[in-house]
């Protein structure tokens, strides 16, 4: 299965942009993303985060020990997303 995950807010908490790089890593989010790669899924991760930010989220992926495919950036900015295959996160406890 090809799963896309959001990385502020899902994975990391919420940070300005130029503190984006201390962010701490969401409770139980590297342990989920590492089950859901040894179960066989490919994870790309989408962030909105411009392409001037991809080496420095690509290096706190590695430090945090999230696994991913694909690295994927500038997801459009909105305010309503209407998608058939949402998910509305809250926490990776509920999701597990």
Same mark, same amino acid.
């Given at each position: %299965?090809?799963?896309?995950?959001?990385?502020?807010?899902?994975?990391?908490?919420?940070?300005?942009?130029?503190?984006?790089?201390?962010?701490?890593?969401?409770?139980?989010?590297?342990?989920?993303?590492?089950?859901?790669?040894?179960?066989?899924?490919?994870?790309?991760?989408?962030?909105?985060?411009?392409?001037?930010?991809?080496? %420095?989220?690509?290096?706190?992926?590695?430090?945090?020990?999230?696994?991913?495919?694909?690295?994927? %950036?500038?997801?459009?900015?909105?305010?309503?997303?209407?998608?058939?295959?949402?998910?509305?996160?809250?926490?990776?406890?509920?999701?597990?």
């Amino acid at each position: %299965m090809r799963i896309v995950i959001d990385i502020d807010g899902t994975i990391c908490e919420e940070r300005p942009t130029f503190e984006r790089a201390l962010a701490r890593p969401k409770r139980g989010a590297s342990k989920f993303i590492n089950h859901l790669k040894n179960q066989g899924h490919f994870v790309i991760l989408y962030t909105a985060r411009g392409w001037a930010e991809y080496e %420095m989220t690509r290096q706190w992926l590695i430090r945090n020990d999230i696994p991913f495919d694909v690295l994927l %950036m500038g997801k459009p900015i909105y305010d309503l997303w209407i998608d058939d295959r949402a998910l509305k996160f809250t926490s990776w406890e509920k999701i597990g």
